[in-house]
C-alpha cells in the first residue's frame, strides 16, 4: 500500500477500526511518509468526532406501526392478485377442456387439420423456395462479394479517417 495513497473507503475503514489487520498495518506506514493521507484521515476522524456529538434522530411516533401495517397490506394485496391468477387460469383451463369435451371430435379435428395443413404448405413453399434460391445465389456469389468489397472498403476507409488516431501509452 506504501505505493497507492489511501482511497476514501479505506480511509474510512481505517478511522472506524475495520481495516482488517494486514491492510492496517499497510495503511499505517503509508500514512508515516504521505501528508495528504494523513490530512485525509484526519478529516475523516474529525468528521466522526463531530457526528459523534450529535443526538441521534427519533423517529415519529407510530412511524414502526406504520410501515408494519403498509407490508402487510402489499402482502395481501399481492396474496389476492396471485389467487385471482390462479384462479383465471384454471377456469380458462376449465373451459378448455370443457369446450373441448363438449364438441368432442368434430368441433376441433377441422380446426387441428385446417392449421396442420397451412404448415404443410408453408413447409412445402420454403422447401422449394430454397432449392430455386440456392443455385442463383451460386451463380450470384462472386458478383456480390465484389459488390461488398467495393461498398465495404472505401467504407472502412472513411471511418478510419474520422476515428482519432490513438496517443502512444493510451489503451
Given at each position: 500500500m506504501t505505493a497507492l495513497h489511501l482511497d476514501d473507503e479505506r480511509a474510512q475503514l481505517l478511522v472506524e477500526d475495520l481495516l482488517p489487520e494486514p491492510a492496517r498495518a499497510e495503511a499505517g506506514a503509508h500514512l508515516d511518509g504521505c501528508p495528504a493521507c494523513r490530512d485525509l484521515v484526519a478529516s475523516y476522524r474529525a468528521l466522526a468526532e463531530a457526528l459523534r456529538g450529535l443526538p441521534a434522530a427519533e423517529p415519529p411516533a407510530g412511524f414502526t406501526a406504520g410501515v408494519l401495517a403498509r407490508i402487510e397490506r402489499r402482502e395481501r394485496t399481492a396474496a389476492w392478485e396471485r389467487r385471482l391468477a390462479v384462479a383465471i387460469l384454471a377456469s380458462a383451463a376449465v373451459a378448455?377442456?370443457?369446450?373441448?369435451?363438449?364438441?368432442?371430435?368434430?368441433?376441433?379435428?377441422?380446426?387441428?387439420?385446417?392449421?396442420?395443413?397451412?404448415?404443410?404448405?408453408?413447409?412445402?413453399?420454403?422447401?422449394?423456395?430454397?432449392?430455386?434460391?440456392?443455385?442463383?445465389?451460386?451463380?450470384?456469389?462472386?458478383?456480390?462479394?465484389?459488390?461488398?468489397?467495393?461498398l465495404g472498403l472505401p467504407l472502412l476507409f472513411a471511418l478510419g479517417r474520422l476515428v482519432p488516431a490513438r496517443q502512444k501509452g493510451t489503451v
Open positions: 378448455a377442456a370443457a369446450f373441448l369435451a363438449a364438441g368432442a371430435q368434430g368441433a376441433w379435428a377441422p380446426a387441428l387439420s385446417g392449421w396442420s395443413g397451412a404448415v404443410a404448405r408453408t413447409t412445402t413453399a420454403l422447401r422449394i423456395g430454397a432449392s430455386v434460391a440456392a443455385p442463383v445465389l451460386g451463380a450470384l456469389r462472386i458478383p456480390i462479394a465484389a459488390f461488398c468489397a467495393a
